[in-house]
């Protein structure tokens, strides 16, 4: 998953690091009046701000909800009372953090709100013999384990976790590379054609088409009605 991080102060600045050190993708940035244009420009699963940069430079949780409905927004802040607690997510964050909060419980209260999202109430897809961990960051086809590359996990999750719906060529990238400079487009065949190669292990329950000219689709013979048309 990507997430959009405002490094604001020095616990925005160790929640990013910690971020990165676990493989979660980030956008970053130290301007918190870029956030808006970077939620509705990128593909990210959360916007995590300090709470405390709320109301300044025109940032407000309206604001970044309406530039990216879909992404969930984290808020984080020490010393919080009650009052203040309800008061965000009255106003539609859908979490606090504390930042003194234990590092592996970080994560994990972070992930749950970003995958939640896409209605997924555990850390795990599972399509056939296809397992995705998404906390753990690896995938296997019944007992075996895939052997995926960082930016082949990447895209996999990506387009796992949008089964059956189109998924265009400038969307993934954008996800797997941000805002950076992106690869020569024969790279990212390689990535496409490494993904396919392992999941053919599943003898054809679950697969990656090609719609050409529009981008791929995530298929399996058991994929939910449902989420397809979310």
């Known amino acids: 998953m990507r997430y959009l991080i405002a490094e604001t102060n020095w616990d925005m600045m160790t929640l990013a690091q910690e971020l990165v050190t676990n493989g979660t993708l980030l956008t970053r940035t130290d301007r918190p009046e870029d ?24 940032v407000t949780i309206d604001s970044l909800r309406a530039a990216n409905p879909r992404a969930p927004i984290a808020l984080v802040a020490r010393n919080t009372t009650s009052e203040q607690m309800a008061t965000w997510i009255m106003a539609g ?31 795990v897809l599972q399509y056939g013999p296809l397992r995705v961990d998404l906390m753990h960051r690896r995938a296997h086809i019944g007992d075996v384990r895939l052997k995926l590359t960082p930016k082949v996990y990447e895209l996999l999750e990506f387009i796992a976790l949008r089964p059956g719906r189109l998924v265009t060529r400038e969307s993934l990238l954008t996800h797997i590379y941000g805002l950076e400079n992106e690869p020569d487009p024969r790279v990212f065949d390689v990535y496409m054609c490494n993904l396919r190669s392992q999941l053919a292990a599943s003898g054809g329950a679950v697969d990656i088409e090609t719609a050409r000219g529009s981008g791929f689709r995530f298929v399996a013979d058991d994929i939910p009605d449902a989420a397809i048309a979310a």
Do not use: M, N, S
């Open 93 to 123: 964050a859908d979490t606090v953090i504390d930042p003194r909060t234990d590092h592996e419980e970080t994560l994990a209260r972070l992930q749950a709100v970003a995958r939640r999202a896409h209605g997924l109430g555990r850390p």
């Open 35 to 58: 956030l808006e244009h970077f939620a509705r420009i990128g593909q990210v699963d959360l916007i995590l701000l300090a709470a405390g940069q709320l109301g300044r430079d025109g």
